[in-house]
Nanobody
Framework: QVQLVESGGGLVQAGGSLRLSCAAS????????MGWFRQAPGKEREFVAA???????????DSTDSVKGRFTISRDNAKNTIYLQMRRLKPEDTAVYYC?????????????WGQGTQVTVSS
């Protein structure tokens, strides 16, 4: 079992920045990849980004044009933590952001989930 705990969400004005963190515990040696999803009110959960645990390779879903160039995923293996640096935030980025772990790396990664952290961007 792997436990995931997100933090760093909050209220920010449009154009601002936030950094989300997701700390993993438990069987961290079994982690293949971790990533971020988000779910806005009334919408389906969507994939944002993922990172391969050992190599650090990243994957951003091309169709998520709204985050390209603004969001960056990174990891700190020593802390068993991944981050999502979000810049130039827009009101449409408002959502609950979830951390996930599993394989394959990408939108179908769903072995373990965190509880989510709320990000609200005001206009």
């Amino acid at each position: 079992q792997v436990q995931l705990v997100e933090s760093g969400g909050g209220l920010v004005q449009a154009g601002g920045s936030l950094r989300l963190s997701c700390a993993a515990s438990g069987r961290t040696s079994s982690i293949y990849a971790m990533g971020w999803f988000r779910q806005a009110p009334g919408k389906e959960r969507e994939f944002v980004a993922a990172i391969h645990w050992s190599s650090g390779a990243t994957y951003y879903l091309d169709s998520t044009d709204s985050v390209k160039g603004r969001f960056t995923i990174s990891r700190d293996n020593a802390k068993n933590t991944i981050y999502l640096q979000m810049r130039r935030l827009k009101p449409e980025d408002t959502a609950v952001y979830y951390c996930a772990s599993g394989r394959p790396m990408g939108p179908r990664m769903n072995d373990y989930w965190g509880q989510g952290t709320q990000v609200t961007v005001s206009s």
